[in-house]
């Protein structure tokens, strides 16, 4: 079947345009529908949590701004731009590499396994996309990389390889390498789940002073609930690829509308 | 009954140590030429393009299927019917190159896909394009565990430049052979060839894995 894409603007344009919107994305693995028409908007400098079970579909939110995942259908807008699709002739057809490139540039990401450059000490990690992707100097890119590192508490250990550091370490200074890219938006992918109990905290305490200090857009899925409430602008469940109720953190976690929601947030507090 | 010459033995070994370095030459030559062209097969080989990844696939298979000795041969003796005539030297040097860089590529390309799925992801993410991203993170940590593999081929093709001596390469071998034929003694000058190989890969084997140690810690591989 063939998808009408006329119903999909070229640009977002207006005055409240979104940082980013999802518009009708479907994506799926063979039989298996992993977003089914997900609509989403995200505005400026908005915190918004996904959560909901294992399998939802919110991790591949995420993947797909990135571009770590392509979609089915429906288009993804990032700053009003297109993502998924780029303007040829008029009309929108499939991004190709050079744009997704461009448009990534908008886009940082943190990942539940940090994924550190191995060889590579943890300021030469912030330094790798500003000196071979923005093309600072070094000096300037060494500069922005102290700051971030140094915000992240994370100066001291500059010069260490990331397996002489523990996970919360590695993980602040994955934040500090991504906000060096300078991004408009900033993705957490369960960047706590991997972690032990006792460094949690850690990471959230750099995760709460973005929130304070930036006009960043974050989107974060995680399951750590009354972090979420703690920090969110706007909380999302997913259930089975779509968004099943979303809402300020007060409401939606305390007062759920949906049978759904509250059966999975029942099983999370009694899980913790 | 050993009848060993010592007067004999003192004579050869100049001319059996010049023939070493052209062995050594041979070795490290084709080693070269194996070493670049066995990570563009390996390259070659992850590509989007199915038909360049299929005809590479099928060219590693053919030079690993097939022995090192029948293409020595075929390059030096059937290439001119292809208007292709070339030197002992050069077409030694392009078959034992050609045929290590087909063992060395598998090697490469287990190295690289041994590299986890997330280096990728974080590549992308900070925006690194295909190349820098095989240039800057992948590559780097595909060669500290490629370098075993890697060290065994460099003694490998070392053992096997004897076979250059069917096309007339003046190294080791080809010198031992023609000293016996004119003396009507082998025991010398072959065991002086085997000697003298041990004492170049024993070495050099040594030197590999001091090599392996100091990459890995450099790289903070290793704590």
Known sequence: MKHDMSQYPLKLEGDKVPMVRFQNVTKKYGELTVLDGLNLDVTEGEMVTIIGPSGSGKT??????????????????????????????????????????????????????????????????????????????KEEARERALELLDMVGMADKRDQHPSRLSGGQQQRVAIARALAMRPKVMLFDEVTSALDPEVISEVTSVIRSLVDQHNLTMLMVTHQIGFAREISDRVCFFFRGKIEEQGAPEILLEAPQKERTQQFLSAVMNAN | MLDWKLDFTWEILPRLIAAAGNTMLAAGGGYVVAVILGLVFALAQRTPSRTLTFVVRELVEFVRSTPLLLQIFFIYYVGPQFGLRLSPWTAGLIAI???????????????????????????????????????????????????????????????????????????????????????????????????????????????????????????????
């Open chain 1, 60 to 137: 591949t939110v995420l993947r797909m701004l990135m571009t770590l995942e392509t979609i089915d259908s429906g288009v993804i807008y990032v700053d009003g731009e297109p993502l998924t699709h780029m303007v040829k002739n008029g009309r929108l057809v499939r991004a190709n590499a050079a744009h997704q490139r461009q448009m990534r540039a908008k886009i940082g990401m943190c990942f539940q396994h940090f994924n550190l450059f191995p060889h590579m000490t943890a300021l030469a990690n912030c330094m790798e996309g500003p000196v071979h992707v923005l093309g600072l100097s």
């Open chain 2, 97 to 223: 190159g050609l045929h290590y860089a087909a063992y060395l590529s598998e090697v490469y390309r287990g190295g690289i896909e041994n590299v986890p799925k997330g280096q990728w992801e974080a590549a992308r993410a900070i925006n690194l394009s295909t190349s820098q991203t095989y240039r800057r993170i992948i590559i780097p940590q595909a060669l500290p565990p490629a370098l075993a593999g890697m060290g065994n081929y460099l003694v490998g093709i070392l053992k096997d430049t004897p076979m250059l001596s069917v096309i007339g390469v003046a190294e080791l071998m080809h010198t031992a052979n023609s000293i016996g034929a004119d003396n009507f003694r082998y025991l010398e000058p072959y065991t002086l060839v085997g000697l003298i190989f041990l004492a170049i890969s024993l070495p050099t084997a040594w030197f590999i894995r001091r090599f392996d140690k100091a990459l890995r810690r450099k790289m903070g591989l290793t704590r």
